[in-house]
């Protein structure tokens, strides 16, 4: 059987290591593509680190951005040659940080002309995120094909997005703005106020602020009834939001709850229950966001990725994340590398992307 070299994590922080694994033909709608960049994003971190939902050894990986090599006998949409990214990450054959991944072509969007694949492949776990989060955790619409003329029912009504400058931020404050909503508060430092602004945010908020509560509060005199946490954090976001949210407020936090992160000399500490992550008001909707439950939604599965993300790319509508790429001789060292420096926060407002495969 044939073979080839993914990104392994044989133990909680212990360096990666490299595994030769199958090489799976496709079956049915199913695409083989030969990955060419990847981007880390805090779940590589959390189950690196904290072994959260791992089972050693365990190959890691959500983000996928390369060619088609082969493709399945029900495969219609996509052909061998296709650029193509994607959000994949059910098993140990579709994962990202592997030189082939082998999925549904639904899991797909084609690149569209005019970008890269490290830039693309700096949206599909994150741009999932948000369109599941507001429809499934939030209630916000997001009709697609969007009606010429749409104008979303209480549009003008506050939005927070705490951690606007995080990959899930920046798409989350684009995707509102292109639904019409007017009223977006984005939370980050002070130096990504100004492309928030550009990308919808009406108002801006420095956490690092000791006022930010009441600056936030003081926007809305009804309070704020749709909140993103896009980190997470129980002592750095949770925990004020929970000052903001009132009653009938719902309140979306990207999981898992991180009570202590991960450093050089600290191990980190997680929590799944948002519940018990503050003392919310009564009447709050608090609710932990699991965006691999995406595909129980039909639509989303058929349309999400191939359509409805290919066509805000490639429409200029969403742009992608800034990147920081990796370098390094092998695929190891650019994968432990960029493992330290996610760890080491060394990114803000941008992405760590870097390449996976160096076939030509």
Request: aromatic share 8%; glycine share 6%.
């Amino acid at each position: 059987m044939a073979t080839h070299s993914a990104v392994v994590m044989v133990g909680v922080k212990k360096p990666l290591d490299i595994h030769q694994v199958p090489t799976v033909k496709p079956q049915g709608d199913e695409v083989r593509v030969r990955v060419e960049w990847t981007a880390y994003t805090p779940l590589d971190l959390h189950q690196n680190d904290g072994g959260l939902l791992v089972t050693h050894p365990q190959r890691l990986g959500d983000g996928t951005a390369g060619t088609v090599v082969e493709v399945g006998p029900s495969a219609r949409r996509l052909k061998v040659g296709d650029k193509v990214f994607g959000f994949t990450w059910r098993t140990p054959q579709e994962k990202a940080h592997q030189e082939f991944c082998t999925t549904n072509e639904y899991l797909f969007s084609k690149l569209p002309e005019g970008f890269t694949l490290q830039q693309a492949v700096t949206l599909p776990n994150n741009f999932v995120t948000v369109f599941h989060t507001l429809t499934a955790d939030l209630g916000i619409e997001t009709p697609w094909p969007k009606p010429e003329g749409y104008v979303p029912e209480n549009a003008s009504n506050p939005i927070l997005v705490w951690g606007g400058a995080s990959s899930v931020g920046l798409y989350a404050v684009q995707i509102l703005r292109y639904y019409g909503y007017t009223s977006i508060i984005a939370v980050a430092s002070q130096k990504h106020h100004s492309k928030l602004q550009s990308l919808g945010a009406k108002w801006t908020f420095d956490y690092n602020d000791p006022h930010v509560v009441s600056q936030i509060l003081d926007t809305s005199a009804t309070g704020i009834p749709k909140i993103l946490d896009c980190i997470g954090s129980k002592e750095g976001s949770i925990k004020p939001i929970s000052k903001i949210a009132k009653a009938r407020s719902k309140v979306a936090i990207l999981l898992p709850v991180i009570v202590r992160d991960s450093s050089e000399t600290e191990d980190p500490i997680y929590e799944m229950d948002v519940q018990k992550a503050a003392e919310w008001e009564e009447g709050v909707d608090a609710a932990g966001v699991r965006t691999h439950y995406y595909l129980q939604n039909e639509f989303f599965k058929e349309h999400l990725q191939p359509d409805i993300m290919y066509t805000l790319l490639k429409e200029k509508i969403v742009e992608p994340n800034p990147q920081r790429i990796i370098e390094g001789k092998t695929l190891l060292e650019r994968a432990q590398k960029a493992m330290d420096a996610l760890r080491r926060k060394e990114a803000s407002g941008e992405r760590l992307v870097w390449r996976v495969s160096d076939e030509a």
